[in-house]
Nanobody, 117 residues
Framework: QVQVKDSGGGLVQPGGSPRLSCAVS????????MGWYRQAPGEQRLLVAA???????SYRGPVKGRFTISRDNANTMGYLQMDSLRPEDTAVYYC???????????WGRGTLVNISS
């Protein structure tokens, strides 16, 4: 069984630079790609950053140039480095791994990042 555990959130001051982590355990193969989503209060869950099938990265507009997604080669650990945080980045952040060849998808439980002075 695949488990995804996201962590690293907390109370952060504006301008802070926390790093979120995503630990993946269980059997996943190289068809799986990793992404980070966030959900602000009262809003939909939105994709923030992700790896594509080719390994290229993509970012949502408001976080481009401030957030960086990375992972190890085995797809067992992933990270979201967040720099220059703004109050509007406050949200629960979720790690997601999904297969591009099947309907398999696994989510972490989310980690709250609260930007406040």
């Amino acid at each position: 069984q695949v488990q995804v555990k996201d962590s690293g959130g907390g109370l952060v001051q504006p301008g802070g630079s926390p790093r979120l982590s995503c630990a993946v355990s269980g059997s996943i193969d190289n068809t799986f790609v990793m992404g980070w989503y966030r959900q602000a209060p009262g809003e939909q869950r939105l994709l923030v950053a992700a790896f594509g099938r080719s390994g290229r990265t993509s970012y949502r507009g408001p976080v481009k140039g401030r957030f960086t997604i990375s992972r190890d080669n085995a797809n067992t650990m992933g990270y979201l480095q967040m720099d220059s945080l703004r109050p509007e980045d406050t949200a629960v952040y979720y790690c997601d791994v999904r297969s591009w060849s099947s309907a398999l998808e696994y989510w972490g439980r989310g980690t709250l990042v609260n930007i406040s002075s």
